[in-house]
């Protein structure tokens, strides 16, 4: 591993490095990984979800390197970040996800490999290709790439409109093996997208899933196909999701309605640019009376408010990830004719709605999950282009990533938490350093957060 890394380091601080002399750097047997273990599923039996401890089921271990099958790519990650995929997953809620293992495992004798008694995990990772699989020609060693995280096997008819509908499509390191919070990953090669060159490795890793998923489910006609002048409320507008929804709806010519639970995530906002913000702790909504009432007068007060910012509209569109705890808000507050679109339920699966208010006010709850190819590919066109920046807050090394995972599961961060693989620093990995003088403010505002 050490060769890998002064190799990839020998073209630090040059704007055209030269890797592709890693294609003759041998590949080690093995490699350190983030696992989850399957003799350890049980062990959260009896506590509530706020009481699982991410640190105590995430693990730093030594794994064996995969045989690469056709179609695929051995990545040296040198950076990756944390999304909620990864709570649920060192939780086992709502399923351990071995489960998914052994249902990807009967497929077919190549993902057979991916049903193990451990998982590395994580769906986000930047850094350089180390080999890639026979019939591979787009992608060669040496290629400074970051991945997404939709794997899919592309051998049904439904797949090919949009591959998110494929019934064999999967979240790469959570419904597979071999994940990014690692030093290896093992990607399909149609994962793969030019790293953007004016980032660091650590800015490079953050924005996959989560710039995919905010790019479809707003922008694309898959999701809410957001336009010039509507009004987008925006639920967690400066985390993981709502930091890049509130900028695709600046960008987009939409006005974001930003709905945060502290003053300085307010702020956060206000310096993407978004003007009208709603605190909801300071507001003190409480949409629950109790864990199965919900109070319809706050879901008005929370109407009345939005009109009050944007001088008597309702939202065009709502952008949900929250789930449980603000469903039945998003529902009213949208506008007649008006559309809900919905990812993640990060607050609980179970949506509990008035439906009076969605069929007879003729509104739409569109389902959105992650993103195709094409999609991921422009969302990250729009990042290598600096028209949309990274919202990374903070950087763990590789040994703390179940602190990092707990920082994202108690909500205790801002935008993303990245975590350095092989990058034995902050900061490395930037090629075009002019493109990143004249955005350097942007790259950094959720620095410290």
Known sequence: MREIVEAIMAGEGSPSAELSGLGRVPVPPTYRGVVVRADETGMFEGLATGDKDPRKSLHVQEVPTPELAPGEALVAVMASAINYNTVWTSIFEPVPTFAFLRRYGKLSAITKRHELPYQVVGSDAAGVVLRVGAGVSKWRPGDEVVAHCLSVELEEADGHDDTMLDPEQRIWGFETNFGGLAELAVVKANQLMPKPRHLA?????????????????????????????????????????????????????????????????????????????????????????????????EWRRLGELIRTLTGGRDPDIVFEHPGRETFGASVYVARRGGTIVTCASTSGFQHE?????????????????????????????????????????????????????????????????????????????????????????????????
């Open 353 to 449: 709605f008035d439906n009076r208010y969605l069929w007879m006010n003729l509104k739409r709850i569109i389902g959105s999950h992650f993103a195709n190819y094409r999609e991921a590919w422009e969302a990250n066109r729009l990042i290598s282009s600096a028209r949309i920046h990274p919202t990374l807050s903070r950087v763990y090394p590789l040994e703390q990533t179940g602190q990092a995972t707990l920082d994202v599961q108690r909500n205790r961060h801002q935008g993303k938490v990245g975590v350095r693989c092989l990058a034995p620093a902050e900061g490395l990995g930037v090629r075009d350093r002019e493109l990143r003088a004249r955005h350097e403010e942007e790259i950094n505002r959720f620095r410290g957060e």
């Open 201 to 297: 490795w650590e800015e490079a890793a953050c924005p996959g899933l989560v710039n995919s998923t905010a790019y479809r489910q707003l922008v694309s006609h898959h999701g809410a196909a957001m336009k010039q002048g509507d009004v987008v409320l925006i639920w967690g507008a400066s985390g993981g999701l709502g930091g890049y929804a509130t900028q695709y709806a600046l960008n987009g010519g939409a006005t974001p309605v930003c709905v945060v639970s502290s003053p300085e995530k307010a702020e956060l906002c206000r310096r993407m640019g978004a003007e009208l913000v709603i605190d909801r702790a300071a507001e003190g909504f409480r949409f629950w009376s109790d864990e199965h009432t919900q109070d319809p007068g």
